[in-house]
């Protein structure tokens, strides 16, 4: 399994993330994004209207590495913040079925390669991480 029982409860209630990914000349972008975990193929997949021609996607066909983070404040008294980093390679991928017919046929397939999480198991604060087997 790819993610823990208490990371995919996490993810599953979260709409949005933040893709970072680096582009040709090596500046790195940020930008929010809609999420799936794909169970089946192991990545967590990232869709849109008109994917194939942001940026985002175009910085993926020239450089897979990115970084995603979902991740939201729980709390401010006491401070609670909880989330999850996933560090990984990506591929850019065209004329695929899209979760919703509203989105465009391209993807970003993120293949976790770092997992990093804080606040995501119950009571627990301290940051985790670990390497995902390929």
Avoid: C, H
């Amino acid at each position: 399994m790819l993610f823990t029982e208490a990371e995919r409860d996490y993810l599953d209630s979260q709409w949005l993330a933040r893709l970072a990914t680096v582009d040709p000349q090596g500046r790195p972008q940020n930008n929010p994004v809609g999420f799936f975990v794909n169970d089946e193929a192991g990545t967590v997949d990232i869709w849109g209207m008109a994917l194939g021609k942001s940026r985002k996607f175009r910085n993926v066909g020239a450089n897979p590495a990115v970084a995603v983070v979902v991740d939201d404040l729980v709390s401010q008294r006491p401070w609670r913040v909880r989330g999850i980093e996933i560090r990984g390679d990506a591929a850019a991928l065209t004329g695929q079925q899209p979760p919703y017919p509203y989105y465009s046929r391209e993807v970003i397939r993120v293949r976790p390669r770092r997992i990093i999480t804080w606040g995501v198991e119950a009571g627990d604060q301290e940051r985790a991480s670990r390497d995902v087997e390929p």
